[in-house]
């Protein structure tokens, strides 16, 4: 009980609404990888409470910030944020990729087990990975520094779409970006009970 108050008190501070369905599937996600966790050391969060800030609300604090409807996470380890997205955005779709497939395993049964209609699993390495439909934003957490992000996901973009990058302090990585892409915006995000810097990078093609 006590994580699904801490959940909705977190959600309540960043000024996010899910559902009350979404609420309850999050902290099942929570439950299972607490239990994967002993077996298959997917996340270095021991703690169901620490991963409730630390795993849930840092992930759920970026999405005011994004937009429908074709999502790519990449490099989506135990489903960071593609799964805490997809339970809170079920009308939008998410392909998460990783090459752990202990991880991937992990994500696809997670899907499975909390009904997940909204999820493609890909285990395998990004710079192999084609779609016929590319997408309308591409996101990462902790996945490579940007300028290595936009090369290894330019293929998959849409024309129009957009990378987010969650991030702690980029600034200096910032200054390595090819020069056609262009930073749209910074988004500081203060996570609840979390006490590290966190931001959300926006970049764009220029055309």
């Not at 994580?3 to 909705?8: E, F, K, P, V, Y």
Request: net charge neutral; hydrophobic share 45%.
């Amino acid at each position: 009980m006590t994580l699904a108050i801490d959940l909705s008190e977190g959600l309540a501070q960043l000024g996010i609404n899910v559902s009350s369905e979404a609420e309850h599937k999050l902290i099942q996600y929570v439950m299972l990888l607490q239990k994967w966790n002993k077996v298959y050391n997917l996340t270095a969060i021991r703690n169901p409470q620490q991963m409730v800030s630390g795993h849930l609300l840092d992930s759920l604090a970026v999405l005011p910030y994004l937009w429908p409807r074709r999502w790519l996470d990449v490099g989506c380890g135990a489903g960071l944020p593609g799964v805490v997205l997809a339970i809170a955005r079920p009308e939008w779709s998410f392909t998460l990729l990783d090459s752990n497939s202990k991880k991937t395993s992990f994500v696809q049964q997670v899907s499975i087990e909390l009904g997940l209609k909204n999820i493609e699993v890909h285990c395998g390495r990004i710079e192999d990975f084609q779609v016929e439909i590319k997408f309308d934003g591409i996101i990462s957490r902790a996945f490579a520094e940007s300028a290595e992000f936009i090369s290894l996901t330019r293929h998959l973009l849409q024309d129009n779409g957009r990378w987010a990058a969650m991030k702690g302090a980029p600034e200096q990585e910032l200054q390595r970006l090819p020069k056609d892409i262009q930073l749209e915006r910074i988004i500081p995000l203060l996570i609840p009970k979390l006490d590290a810097a966190r931001c959300l990078v926006v970049l764009r093609e220029n055309k």
